[in-house]
């Protein structure tokens, strides 16, 4: 096989001791996959008995597409089905005559496995997935947990390899970006695939990818990370930055507050004035009464009333409704006040997207972790079955956090502050 020089400059990383997760992502017919199947079936060759991963989010998508690569590959490095390797189609194992071996894995995040435990008793020495922006962090991890078979004997490191299209996700906030920025750690490397980087790709092919929507394009010709969905966005990412930056007249003292569930989550509790948000406050691992007892000091602190807080209620978050008297539960799935909408929080989401692109929303911090988790949050505000008929919503939490590898508490308890622009004098006087 001949190698491209970025299929070289990414083999390289991998052949690296000091790197052990490797991006090789970009423009279709960057030769991704081809690297991806190469690296796999070289360490199967190099290192007898040992065992490789291939993975990708959809067991019969690999099948159809990534293992006709490896198919690929195993003929021009001359190797023969029934000689050098076997396949079974049952047990989804790829076995060389050395006894090394390959497992291929269904990686998708199925509700009856929110955990991978279908991986659990998985040992392996390295792992391959492809378009791995389709699989969420938590399985990218996960695999890379698995990988810990004889690599003394074989004095490797782990290693993992993901390939991809770009896309707004856990790729590119942990690789791409920080790679742009220069601030990627050395354990890490990325490296951009282009068509036009690969000798061996049909200019037919990439003739064809001219003639591609902008969208499109920009995505899988230019490999441009950078592009702009405009079509299901629901906000502006330059607006976005400007609430960072926005002078709003003072106002009425608000807060609103997501509860953390289980897990990493965390607490979010906002302290407003008017439309801008003066204070994020992060609470981690905290019971509903300890973040009770802060919600109602800080109002005391600030002087709001009790019907000025606003609280997810929905499940643990009920618990902290319930000890504060006279606060607003949000139900997220309660029917919407006013308009087409699914649901309550679709409203409060596409209302705050209007003020937001109006530069009516301003965030008051200066702390660098929440500018950027919240930045990611909104750009993640996007309508969900756009090309349907019916009400408006937005894209479901479980889809958001796959793309983000987190719950978006931030801009959720940003979102219910809108709560109070929908229904101004939903208030009893004690």
Known sequence: MILTSKQTKALNYLEDQTTNEVIFGGGAGGGKSA????????????????????????????????????????????????????????SNI??????????????????????????????????????????????????KSRIRYKLDLFNIIPKILGTCNPSKGFIYNNFYKPAKELKLPNNKAFIQALATDNQNISLHYIESLKTLDNFSKERLLYGNWE?????????????????????????????????????????????????????????????????????????????IHHNNIIIDEDGIGGGTVDQIKGCKGFLNGSKAIKGNYINLKSECYYRLAELINKNQIAVRTEDVDIRKQLTEELEWVHRHNADKDGKLAILPKEKVKEHLGRSPDISDALMMRIYFELKPFDFVVE
């Not at 007898?48 to 990534?66: F, P, Y």
């Not at 929110?114 to 991986?119: M, R, V, Y």
């Open 35 to 90: 690297l991806g199947c190469y690296w796999i079936i070289k360490n199967c060759l190099r290192y007898k008995g040992s065992r490789w991963l291939i993975g990708r989010a959809v067991l019969k998508t690999l099948k159809d597409t990534t293992l006709n690569s490896f198919y690929d590959i195993c003929k021009l490095q001359g190797l023969r089905s029934g000689v050098h390797y076997k396949y079974n189609a049952q």
């Open 227 to 303: 592009y702009d969905d405009s079509k299901n966005n629901l906000i502006d990412y330059n607006k976005i930055v400007e609430i960072y930056s926005n002078e709003l007249p003072e106002g009425k003292q608000y807060i609103s507050a997501d509860i953390a569930r289980y897990g990493k989550d965390k607490t979010i509790v906002m302290l407003w004035s008017g439309l801008t948000v003066t204070e994020i406050h992060k609470l981690s691992k905290k019971s509903t009464t300890e973040v009770a007892e802060f919600i109602k000091s800080l109002a005391a602190a600030k002087g």
């Open 94 to 143: 790829i076995t060389f005559s050395n006894g090394s071996a390959i497992y291929l894995k269904d990686l998708f995040l199925y509700p009856s496995d929110p955990n991978f435990d279908e991986l659990g008793s998985l040992e392996i020495s390295g792992a391959f997935i492809d378009e791995c922006n389709q699989v969420t962090e938590k399985a990218f991890n996960i695999v």
